[in-house]
């Protein structure tokens, strides 16, 4: 009995026929044999040969030595070598792929490596996905290295772009001879100076660091006047409150332009709190504040 190929189940037929040539592999995208599946079975198909006469004869001699190139073995038999089979024009080889169709490498990967240099994070993650994807689902696609580069390229980018926000939002403010603010930066809300605009630090408690802008940029909060607090003990809550309130409304007619104030401005001022005034902070900092906007009008005269 001989034997024919015997492809698993999912792998397309092959031709009639079909003999697998010297290092024939199966396509990478056809499903694993099931386990213990024999590719190559009896062919039932062959007639069994004749029964050996006489019944007791000696075992038959051991195969003949390899053929030469160019022999082809027998129907359902697999050669031992020779020149893989030829195929008509336009046909390819069982489980290799079609004839004038190369690999090729993904447009998409190469546009996300590209937008990753110069960094175009967007573009760089849209494409890199998008060519992952379309690689994954096609074996004649290449480029897989490339949009994997272009994505990490993108993460740089990103890191860079966050560090320097962080570094920008926490520099320390420039101050020109005159004491008026030219680099904006955070600054100890005990080192704001009269004149000095300001983004809003809230009415909250615990403020220790606000930023400061040059007045002619969008600001919403501009100081007024800093108080000194007399005395060596600490006040205590209530009586801060009280000098800040006093003492910052009695500055207001001679610091103040009556003429810039609207109503959505109000009034509001920082005290030390018992830690910082054992740290040495012994002033009160009042404050115009603007909670509708933000604006770039100078209110002081």
Request: glycine share 12%.
């Amino acid at each position: 009995m001989g034997l024919r190929f015997n492809p698993p189940p999912g792998w397309p037929p092959p031709p009639a026929g079909f003999v697998p040539p010297p290092g024939w592999q199966p396509d990478p995208s056809w499903p694993p044999p099931p386990p213990g599946w024999q590719l190559w079975v009896p062919d039932e198909t062959v007639p069994a040969p004749a029964p050996m006469t006489p019944p007791l004869a000696p075992m038959p001699p051991p195969p003949a030595p390899m053929p030469a190139a160019g022999v082809t073995g027998q129907a359902g038999q697999l050669p031992y070598a020779g020149p893989p089979p030829t195929y008509p024009a336009g046909q390819a080889p069982f489980g290799a792929p079609a004839p004038g169709t190369p690999s090729r490498t993904s447009g998409l990967a190469i546009a996300s490596l590209v937008f990753g240099i110069i960094g175009g994070i967007l573009l760089s993650v849209g494409f890199g996905i998008a060519a992952l994807v379309k690689i994954r689902g096609n074996p004649q696609l290449r480029g897989r290295g490339l949009a994997i580069a272009g994505l990490i390229l993108s993460g740089v980018w990103l890191v860079i772009i966050i560090a320097a926000i962080a570094i920008g939002l926490n520099a320390t403010p420039q101050r020109s001879a005159s004491g008026q603010v030219t680099q904006p930066g955070v600054t100890s809300v005990y080192s704001l100076r009269t004149g000095d605009c300001l983004q809003n630090p809230g009415a909250r408690l615990g403020i220790i660091t606000v930023r400061v802008v040059p007045c002619n940029q969008p600001h919403n909060a501009q100081v007024f006047a800093v108080l000194a607090v007399p005395g060596s003990s600490y006040p205590g809550t209530a009586a801060l409150q009280h000098q800040a309130a006093t003492g910052c409304h009695a500055r207001i007619a001679g610091s103040i332009d009556r003429s810039q104030v609207t109503n959505s401005m109000t009034l509001q001022y920082l005290y030390p709190e018992s830690q910082s005034w054992s740290a040495g902070h012994r002033s009160i900092t009042c404050l115009v504040v603007d909670s509708s906007n933000m604006n770039t009008s100078i209110l002081l005269h």
